[in-house]
């Protein structure tokens, strides 16, 4: 069972920057796997926010983040990155990292297989 251990969350001012790691638990690789970031607000569904594929060639991202955030992999790393720009308010959520067969399952997440456990970002002056 790959297990997915996020990092990086915190407390940042509108217009800061924050960097999430997704990292596999040792003994676990990513390059097998799509990888995506969601992010679950307080009273909201959970939304994809960017999702790359297994070479990192094909990239999505929500309309909401595109231009601020940048997904990134290093599978010698066995690491997936999300750095956020240009932060604001309404960007505060649970972020997860999630694994599965594409990216599609950015949009089709009956496409993931596994989730990590979240780490919490708030924008708040």
């Known amino acids: 069972q790959l297990q997915l251990v996020e990092s990086g969350g915190g407390l940042v001012q509108p217009g800061g920057s924050l960097r999430l790691s997704c990292a596999a638990a040792s003994g676990f690789t990513l390059d097998r796997y799509a990888i995506g970031w969601f992010r679950q607000a307080p009273g909201k569904e959970r939304e994809g926010v960017s999702c790359?594929?297994?070479?990192?060639?094909?990239?999505w991202y929500t309309d909401s983040v595109k231009g601020r955030f940048t997904i990134s992999r290093d599978n010698a790393k066995n690491t997936v990155l999300l750095q956020m720009n240009s932060l604001k308010p309404e960007d505060t959520a649970d972020y997860y990292c999630a694994a599965g067969v594409a990216q599609a399952m950015c949009k089709l997440t009956h496409m993931v297989n596994y989730w990590g456990r979240g780490t919490q970002v708030t924008v708040s002056s």
């Open positions: 790359i594929d297994r070479s990192g060639e094909i990239i």
